[in-house]
């Protein structure tokens, strides 16, 4: 079986996402051949080799410099035999380039795997439907079968320093409609779909009615000034884990934190290994976006409250007496 990976980068800086995917399909005893376009990209082409692809297909062109699907689909369409299927990360490109792709090779596209599996010359694949209630198995009728794979739903696969194999440039196509003007950073830190470690706030971290704001808030301005406080907690114990920051939905649409941050249905969709929900009910469409994390932990006030079903840890009380001592623990465990 012939597969191409598209290996998602940004910059030159390849998603771990990207990584996986060359490991799932190599997983299957497949023929990999990693897709890297862009601009200034024989590194990631390099690493691509290292990292398990048996060779790459590489448009180097600067009319690559930034991602836009049209032109990239329509380089991949032309790089070569189509394989039998394409593999793909579940981010926002490889989203996008995923339903291009399959508009110009006329195929189906299996978004958001967790796993896959060969049955004859046909993938298998399994994801997540209903919110994450039910694991359903799906395949492609046509060819190529187009997967997008979950981050950090397979494992990424050891690098092999200095392994080599065939680069082979591929022409870019370049005819397009659109262009990018310039991108601004929306903040640092660590991105939540690629995180090992999430900690995460809700409309509890607003709770605290001891906590004082300063004079002349209207009531909206307070009750931001106190999540903001109750969110520099959840900050703290991310800092001292090396974690990214997550949010419930009613945290962000109340303008504690910027949407960049949401988890859920409706934001991201991770899996990371530790996830740590503070002041968050555990709505189904929250749990849709973190219940395949491997360790939940859930600290809310209300014993009662649905995250709980799915945390292997649960902390009853309040978040802003119990999350410093956490986060102490943490640090003394750890020597911070
Ligand atoms: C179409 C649709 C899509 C949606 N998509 C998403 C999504 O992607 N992500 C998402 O998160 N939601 C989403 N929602 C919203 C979802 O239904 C919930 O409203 C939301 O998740 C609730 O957020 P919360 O748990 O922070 O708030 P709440 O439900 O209000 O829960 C707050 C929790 O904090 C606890 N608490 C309060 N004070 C403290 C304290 N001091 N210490 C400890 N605990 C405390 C409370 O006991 C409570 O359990 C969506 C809804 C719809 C209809």
Same mark, same amino acid.
């Given at each position: 079986?012939?597969?191409?990976?598209?290996?998602?980068?940004?910059?030159?800086?390849? !998603? =771990? $996402? %990207?990584?996986?995917?060359?490991?799932? &399909?190599?997983? +299957?005893?497949?023929?990999?051949?990693?897709? /890297? *376009?862009?601009?200034?990209?024989?590194?990631?082409?390099?690493?691509?080799?290292?990292?398990?692809?048996?060779?790459?297909?590489?448009?180097?062109?600067?009319?690559?410099?930034?991602?836009?699907?049209?032109?990239?689909?329509?380089?991949?369409?032309?790089?070569?035999?189509?394989?039998?299927?394409?593999? !793909? =990360? $579940? %981010?926002?490109?490889?989203?996008?380039? &995923?339903?291009? +792709?399959?508009?110009?090779?006329?195929?189906? /596209? *299996?978004?958001?795997?967790?796993?896959?599996?060969?049955?004859?010359?046909?993938?298998?694949?399994?994801?997540?439907?209903?919110?994450?209630?039910?694991?359903?198995?799906?395949?492609?009728?046509?060819?190529?079968?187009?997967?997008?794979?979950?981050?950090?739903?397979?494992?990424?696969?050891?690098?092999?320093?200095?392994? %080599?194999?065939?680069?082979?440039?591929? &022409?870019?196509?370049?005819?397009?409609?659109?262009?990018?003007?310039?991108?601004?950073?929306?903040?640092?830190?660590?991105?939540?779909?690629?995180?090992?470690?999430?900690?995460?706030?809700?409309?509890?971290?607003?709770?605290?009615?001891?906590?004082?704001?300063?004079?002349?808030?209207?009531?909206?301005?307070?009750?931001?000034?106190?999540?903001?406080?109750?969110?520099?907690?959840?900050?703290?114990?991310?800092?001292?884990?090396?974690? &990214?920051?997550?949010?419930?939905?009613?945290?962000?649409?109340?303008?504690?934190?910027?949407?960049?941050?949401?988890?859920?249905?409706?934001?991201?969709?991770?899996?990371?290994?530790?996830?740590?929900?503070?002041?968050?009910?555990?709505?189904?469409?929250?749990?849709?976006?973190?219940?395949?994390?491997?360790?939940?932990?859930?600290?809310?006030?209300?014993?009662?409250?649905?995250?709980?079903?799915?945390?292997?840890?649960?902390?009853?009380?309040?978040?802003?007496?119990?999350?410093?001592?956490?986060?102490?623990?943490?640090?003394?465990?750890?020597?911070?």
């Amino acid at each position: 079986m012939n597969i191409w990976v598209y290996i998602d980068h940004f910059k030159g800086t390849a !998603l =771990p $996402t %990207s990584w996986e995917a060359v490991g799932a &399909a190599k997983s +299957l005893g497949a023929n990999v051949t990693g897709l /890297v *376009l862009g601009a200034g990209v024989e590194p990631v082409a390099k690493q691509a080799l290292e990292f398990g692809a048996d060779s790459v297909l590489m448009s180097d062109d600067p009319a690559l410099a930034d991602f836009r699907a049209e032109v990239f689909a329509s380089t991949i369409a032309a790089a070569g035999e189509i394989p039998d299927a394409i593999f !793909l =990360p $579940t %981010s926002t490109r490889g989203r996008e380039l &995923a339903a291009m +792709l399959a508009i110009d090779l006329n195929s189906g /596209v *299996l978004v958001d795997v967790t796993s896959v599996e060969l049955s004859g010359d046909k993938l298998v694949v399994t994801r997540p439907i209903y919110s994450g209630k039910i694991l359903q198995k799906e395949t492609c009728a046509s060819k190529p079968q187009i997967v997008t794979l979950r981050g950090r739903a397979f494992p990424k696969p050891q690098l092999t320093a200095g392994k %080599s194999g065939e680069i082979k440039k591929v &022409a870019a196509k370049t005819d397009a409609l659109t262009s990018v003007e310039g991108y601004s950073a929306s903040e640092g830190g660590v991105s939540l779909t690629d995180a090992g470690v999430i900690v995460s706030g809700g409309r509890g971290v607003s709770n605290n009615p001891s906590l004082q704001p300063p004079a002349g808030l209207d009531e909206k301005a307070a009750e931001i000034w106190r999540a903001q406080q109750g969110f520099k907690l959840v900050g703290d114990l991310a800092s001292v884990l090396g974690a &990214a920051m997550g949010a419930s939905r009613a945290a962000v649409d109340a303008g504690y934190i910027p949407y960049s941050h949401q988890v859920g249905q409706t934001g991201k969709v991770v899996s990371p290994d530790l996830y740590i929900a503070c002041g968050i009910s555990g709505a189904i469409q929250h749990l849709a976006g973190m219940r395949t994390s491997k360790v939940n932990v859930a600290i809310n006030k209300d014993a009662d409250a649905p995250i709980f079903k799915v945390a292997r840890y649960g902390i009853v009380g309040d978040l802003f007496a119990i999350l410093p001592e956490v986060t102490e623990a943490f640090k003394k465990k750890l020597g911070k």
